[in-house]
């Protein structure tokens, strides 16, 4: 009540690990650090090696069943200031979110875990929500929960100082001339895809449509869809696709995958 009456405008967050729909609604915060969004993304991109793109996609469905003034402003993150370093989780299978021991391993994980990791960005850019990215985790910083993950920022011997542009340049999709308005403001879709491996994600605002396939394996993969002869999406990668309501068939935006991304001062064209 305090800070509403500072700033009427104010959009207060709440640090909740489970859903907070008995706060929101005007009860006491207007969305959540989305904690059940990172235990299903992180599960799939590497904690759970059982976990499938069909869990996943049963798990963000029921996250977004809220107002849509609180879906849109939910923050999505990965890991946190009281979790293990995200990438970290990624390159430990067989370990809840959250949840470290002894065998926990803390040295720098393989470049197969960082490349999960941009795919972590790619579900945080296309979900409903603001991405969220913990301090230092867009620098390779990597280890285990408290005290570690809280070591000060290496900025002059960042662990993997490419990363950062690695992620930015899809975060950016959220503010892209064409891209934008249905990824920040479109409705959502999880398309079903029998493929373990394969995660779709689509927003649509109006006619338009843009789908996201994400590729979790270690090989590359060809698809096919409604409307769109073979796409080949790289391994552990991700394609954009556009299209618009009035017409089944899809086409690839551009080879826009974590793999070969444009400088940030391309021109970007279907």
Request: no cysteine; proline share 9%; charged share 25%.
């Given at each position: 009540?305090?800070?509403?009456k ?5 959009v207060?967050i ?28 992180t ?34 993150l ?7 370093r995200a990438?970290?989780m990624?390159?430990?299978?067989g ?11 803390t ?32 620098l ?16 002059t ?12 340049r ?38 338009q ?38 017409s089944p ?12 991304l444009p ?8």
């Amino acid at each position: 009540a305090h800070v509403r009456k500072v700033n009427p405008e104010a959009v207060l967050i709440g640090e909740l690990w489970h859903d907070g729909s008995p706060y929101f609604g005007g009860r006491a915060v207007d969305a959540q650090m989305n904690y059940p969004f990172a235990y299903a993304v992180t599960a799939w991109l590497g904690r759970d090696p059982t976990f499938t793109s069909n869990q996943l996609r049963n798990d963000l469905l029921a996250l977004y069943t809220h107002h849509p003034a609180t879906d849109l402003a939910q923050m999505n993150l990965i890991g946190s200031h009281d979790t293990a370093r995200a990438v970290s989780m990624l390159a430990n299978p067989g370990f809840e979110y959250d949840r470290t021991s002894d065998s926990f391993d803390t040295s720098q994980p393989e470049d197969e875990s960082y490349d999960r990791l941009v795919l972590a960005a790619v579900i945080q850019t296309v979900a409903p929500g603001s991405p969220m990215i913990y301090a230092g985790d867009e620098l390779g910083m990597f280890g285990g929960d408290d005290p570690a993950n809280r070591k000060p920022l290496p900025w002059t011997r960042a662990p993997k100082p490419e990363l950062a542009e690695r992620l930015a340049r899809w975060y950016r999709l959220r503010t892209d001339k064409e891209l934008g308005l249905p990824l920040r403001f479109g409705m959502v879709r999880f398309p079903i895809n029998p493929d373990p491996d394969i995660f779709i994600i689509e927003r649509r605002l109006n006619s338009q449509i843009v789908q996201v396939w994400i590729n979790r394996a270690d090989r590359a993969r060809e698809l096919g869809g409604v409307g769109l002869g073979p796409v080949r999406i790289a391994p552990r990668a991700a394609i954009v696709l556009v299209g618009d309501a009035g017409s089944p068939a899809l086409k690839p935006w551009r080879p826009y995958h974590s793999k070969e991304l444009p400088k940030s001062n391309d021109t970007i064209r279907p």
